[in-house]
């Protein structure tokens, strides 16, 4: 008689825990695989063991993809760990890195073999590819302080990615204002999930436009983007708005509610 209670109160508590389990699991694997227990130690020469802490500062660090992520192999097995069996790819030639990222990053690949870049690097092997840009383990969130003299200046003169990055800054200085906005808005603690979603699908959209290289393509562009974006910008000022009101009406209703306070006041003495 009594097991069924306990049996749904174990599968209650399992239930209720499994998310908390889960997520300890995963950043166990995060933490300790195959390839950081080699990789992490003096096993490995010099000039590769910087590689571990360069990615755990990465934004990959951040999202949860590790080395096998990227690499392939089996994190599990040290014995089999680095072997193409277990789908370990190595160390992806120069010509290789665009597939090699864009298994992931879908749409940023198909524009950049459309481009300028990706048409180069595939028939000359001249063009920059994923890594020239954004390095390969320390990868951070991008913008355009990526496009600067030293790293554009390489294999063409900086004219042409000065023009790119005109044509970016219109829309990135929309996406900085309304991104401040929001900031705003949740120290004021408001909950602005909806607006958070509209600016990260708009900005991801754009920024995935970048690797097309193409200035009048963005050119052409912008109105749309900096379109939608002064939507969101309307929905921040209409929320403030109302913040502003609610803060006057309480205001208003604080002095109304002292006004009868002392009104009351006086009354009780002058009934005295
Ligand atoms: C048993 C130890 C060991 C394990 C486990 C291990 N590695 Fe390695 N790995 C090495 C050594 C040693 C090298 C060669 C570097 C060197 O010469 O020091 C290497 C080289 C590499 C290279 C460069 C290969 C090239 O073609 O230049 C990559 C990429 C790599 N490992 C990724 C991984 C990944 C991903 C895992 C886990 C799935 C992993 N390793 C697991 C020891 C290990
Ligand atoms: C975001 C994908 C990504 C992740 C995650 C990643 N790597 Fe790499 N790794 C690369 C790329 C791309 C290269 C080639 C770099 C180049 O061409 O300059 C590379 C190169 C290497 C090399 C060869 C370096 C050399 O100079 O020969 C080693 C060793 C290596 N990675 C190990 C690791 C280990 C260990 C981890 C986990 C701590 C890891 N990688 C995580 C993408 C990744
Ligand atoms: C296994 C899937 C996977 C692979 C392979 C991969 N990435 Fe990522 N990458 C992600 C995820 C997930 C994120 C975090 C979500 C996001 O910001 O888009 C991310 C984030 C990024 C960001 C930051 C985006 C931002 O927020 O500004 C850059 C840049 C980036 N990756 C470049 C690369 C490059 C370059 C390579 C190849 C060396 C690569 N990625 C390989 C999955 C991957
Ligand atoms: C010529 C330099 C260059 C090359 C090559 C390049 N990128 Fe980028 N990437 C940038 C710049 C600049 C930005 C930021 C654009 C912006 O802020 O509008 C960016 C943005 C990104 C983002 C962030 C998008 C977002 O949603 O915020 C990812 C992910 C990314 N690149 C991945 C890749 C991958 C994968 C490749 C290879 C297929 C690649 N990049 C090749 C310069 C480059
Ligand atoms: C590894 C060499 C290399 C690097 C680094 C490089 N480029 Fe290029 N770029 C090329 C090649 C090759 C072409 C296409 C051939 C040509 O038109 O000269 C090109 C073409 C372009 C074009 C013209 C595209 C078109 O379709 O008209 C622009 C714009 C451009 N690059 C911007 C940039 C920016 C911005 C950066 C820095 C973030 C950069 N490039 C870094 C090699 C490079």
């Not at 590769?48 to 951040?62: A, M, V």
């Not at 990053?105 to 954004?134: D, F, M, Q, R």
């Not at 002064?230 to 002292?258: D, P, Q, T, W």
Request: proline share 3%; net charge neutral.
């Amino acid at each position: 008689m009594k097991c069924p209670h306990l049996c749904i109160l174990i599968s209650l508590i399992l239930y209720m825990a499994a998310p908390a389990l889960a997520q300890t699991a995963e950043g166990d694997e995060m933490r300790s695989t195959s390839c950081l227990d080699c990789h992490d130690s003096d096993s490995i020469k010099p000039e590769l063991r910087s590689i571990p802490s360069e990615w755990r500062k990465s934004r990959h660090y951040q999202n949860n993809i590790s080395c096998h992520d990227c690499h392939g192999g089996d994190p599990k097995d040290a014995a089999m760990a680095m072997s193409p069996e277990r789908g370990f790819a190595g160390r992806p030639q120069y010509d290789q890195v665009p597939d090699f990222c864009g298994r992931c990053h879908i749409g940023i690949l198909k524009n950049y073999l459309e481009s300028g870049h990706g048409k180069a690097l595939k028939t000359a092997g001249t063009g920059p590819n994923c890594v020239t840009c954004h390095g390969s383990h320390d990868i951070q969130k991008a913008d355009v302080s990526i496009i600067n003299e030293k790293r554009c200046s390489q294999c063409h003169t900086y004219d042409r990615a000065k023009a790119m990055r005109q044509a970016l800054s219109v829309t990135e200085k929309k996406i900085k204002d309304v991104e401040d906005g929001l900031r705003q808005l949740k120290s004021a603690g408001v909950y602005t999930e909806n607006e958070d979603k509209a600016l990260f699908n708009t900005q991801a959209a754009f920024r995935t436009l970048f690797h097309s290289v193409d200035v009048s393509l963005i050119k052409g562009r912008t109105d749309e983007f900096v379109t939608k974006l002064e939507e969101i910008e309307a929905r921040e000022k209409e929320i403030f708005h109302e913040l502003g009101f609610r803060r006057n009406f309480s205001a208003f209703l604080m002095m109304v509610f002292l006004g009868m306070a002392v009104v009351l006041m006086l009354l009780s003495k002058i009934g005295k």
